[in-house]
């Protein structure tokens, strides 16, 4: 607050004085009138004498004047210390160029602020009265009284703009508040002279720190700022200290600590100078009120911004505030949340239980009892029931509240929902194994380098390296790394490191030595981090181990000529050929084949019929980026040369946007396997022939009786001369008829029995399924099996029609075998067999069915198997059907067995040519 004022005028502050005059009378006594005479001049002289005394005793000065206003005297106690150059009234009243008269000022107060004789200036106060013929002034020294009112002028003046920046500090914004401290410290030196101000607080680290100083001493302003902590560290109360900075310049330093709580808070140290007003005590008082006001704000707005943010992470992160009453065993928990849980504001201990999920419930039941008796805290991750049934995770953190009274004890905290940090810790710690497993298995060494005075130091190595080196990263660490460096690869080791400390990458192969003393080559790929001035930190890299890769590029380069006679020279055909099959590459192999050169162009269409380039192109249609590998068996046919059948791998080159541009393919001549498989298809067929060799013998001997019949009764009618033309005419024609029949058989047998062509073709199934059954109906007949046939009109197929007729009778005859069995144990069994086919789908389905007892389920996975049978020894081969399945996959088709209602049920599905048309409907 600011000091007592003082008055306006220096009278009010001073103590009346009194001025006696005395006037002389004339005397009443005129005889007496010469001797009265003579004592009143002699009492004025006495007078006079004592004035003058009573002037040299005047506790200021006297200052006599003639009527011109000349000093002609001056005298007082204080009259040896004021200076002697003053001449006139107008010097003492500081207007030395006016003519001023004593006359003019009586009665009025004089103040004059005259030079002491130390060249100080001395404040007077007096008046000025005539005194016979002169006139005097005489005047008591106020210096005092002035420097106190001026001093107490001064700091009511001070404490009005402290206040002011107190003011606009309280209610400046957060934004503005360091600028407005700033300028209030600014003000503060220049109110009292400061050399410096600085408001020092503690930082983040506890430290004291200048945060902000003002002034025009710029070095000690820097002074104050690099040692704030060691000069107000052990300051407990203000303090005046000198301090010397580098200069040699010296500074008084006023250290003022302001207190709140019973704790230092801030500090406001004020450089003192010469110039400076030395008032400590109010700078003191100046410095806390500043320093108050600074941190009240800090605190105020920190409280508002807690506010803020404490309504934003409740609303926007959903932490609740909660509390447990300990004395009604509730949970007093927020409104949203209550809304979320679908709970009361006050939810009892058991309702809170029974949100939690099971899993969590009775650990988090048993803490949470705990914490209440020892009256302690608890925290724990627990899942909570919404009022939707779905299931959040949510943190509970409660902690005994501070009261002293015990009715009013609770457990306060927060609630917080971490559904989403828990399913993201989960994943993380997921991903984390998987990368540290990753790491630790994978085919490579990750390892850190950190950058040490110039030098890189093995910091890290990942687990990997033991399988890979047989050193554990903690072992490998502690050694040095060119130590396991090849004697060889030093100078690639050493200049990798040159070359990553100067371009901040590389890449490079050299060897290491493993723990069984065998070297590996290995890749590696380095990195140099820096840091934000560009200075090296460390080193990450990947050792990659190429051994196998370097010996297989050192074989591949040493043997590339071995190669390349191997291509030539390969016992394969190796060729690259465009989408119109036009060559573009083939190795000696094939051209020798074809009989042509590397240098001409070949087609390979004059090579192939014409089945066989409808195949090609056919594939060629179905290779892809997904499916870019097809095999096959093809047929060359060189005019003038024997076919080649060829087991034919082809894979497609494809560009960007996955269009065919070219395609490898690689062949090895198939001719004897293709050879030797129609031999067997022949020798199963012969088999097969044999086995139909009484049914064929019948069919064959049946029409011979015929025509033996007919040309005996011709020789009975010749020899009874009985004989005429129409009889011989009838018998003829009958004998015709058998020959006509066994021609047919005789040439379907010799069809069927004939070795298949080379290549397949278009045919009916219907003529496959006439032909089979010429060759068999016989026989089933002979057995009392009763056929049912029903076709339906279909496509033709593409492959050998007598293969697929030797199929059907071998499916006829198993199907007779199976029936004959049932027939000798069931006499009242009534055998059939079933013969359908149809089109769908682009399919041709044939399907042979017989009412006998099926095929034994533990039968059915190995009924295609080579010499796999049921029969009797001595009755069955054990290779039909697995001959049968070879025929229908090459003609890209599918045989198939399973139990039908009926009994056993084989279905063969052939792809239809969609080019052929339909055969003609045959019901039979």
Known sequence: MPGPCLPSSATNCLMPLLFFWVRPSVSPFPERGSMFTHFLKIKKNSTREQKQSHDAEHPGIVFTFDEKGEIVNRQGQLNLQVSDDLFSLANILGLPDHDIRPAAWVGKVIEATLTGAQGNSLDFHGAIEKEGAFWKLRLINITRLVTEKHQKDKTAFRGKCVERSIETILSVDSSELDVVVSKSLAQLTQLYLLSSASLVMKDNNDDWRAADSQGSALELNLFIRENAHEIVNETHKPELI??????GKKYSLLITPYYYDYKKEAFIIAGVSEKSDIDTEDISVKCKLLAGAVLARKRELEYSSRDAIHEYITTEKSIYWIEYDINKSAFIIPEPMCKLLSVDTECSHQDFINKVADAE???????????????????????????????????LNLSLERTSKKEERRLCGSITLVDRIVKAELEARAAQERITTLVANAPAIIY????????????YFS??????????????KKTSLPEHVHPEDKDIFYNRTATLLKYGIVSCHYRLLDTKGQYHWMLDEAKLIRDQWGQPQEVIGLYIDVTESVHANEKLNASEERYRILVEDSPAIICRYSKNLLITFANKLFLDYVSSDNESIIDLNNFLSDEQKEAFHSRLRKLSPDNPIINAEICLHVPGRKPLWVVWAERGIFDEQGNLQEVQAVGRDNTEVY????????SAKMAMLGELSTTLAHEINQPLCVMRMSINNLKRKMKNAELDIDYMKKKLDRIDEQIERSTRTIEHLRFFGRRSALEKKLFTPQNAIDGALSLTKDTLQNNNIHLHILTSPTPQVFGHQDQLEQVLINLLINAKDALIERKGKQEDFSPEIYINMFHHDNLVNITVEDNGSGIPPEHLDSIFDSFFTTKPHGKGTGIGLNVSLGIIEKMHGRLTAHNSERGALFSIELPANKSSNTSVTNIT
Not at 385 to 395: G, I, L, M, N, R
Not at 452 to 457: D, N, P, Q, S, T
Not at 675 to 682: G, H, T
């Open 675 to 682: 050879k030797a498989r129609l031999e067997m298809y022949q």
């Open 448 to 459: 850190l380098q950190k950058y040490v005075h110039g030098a890189l130091k093995s910091h």
């Open 361 to 395: 419930r009775e650990e988090f039941n048993d803490r949470m009892n705990s914490a209440v008796r020892r009256l302690g805290s608890i925290k724990q991750r627990v899942r909570l029931q919404h009022a939707d049934k779905q299931y959040f995770w949510y943190e």
């Open 242 to 247: 000198q301090q010397t900075l580098f200069s």
């Open 463 to 476: 687990d990997s390296i033991q399988s890979l080196l047989g050193w554990s990263a903690k072992e490998f």
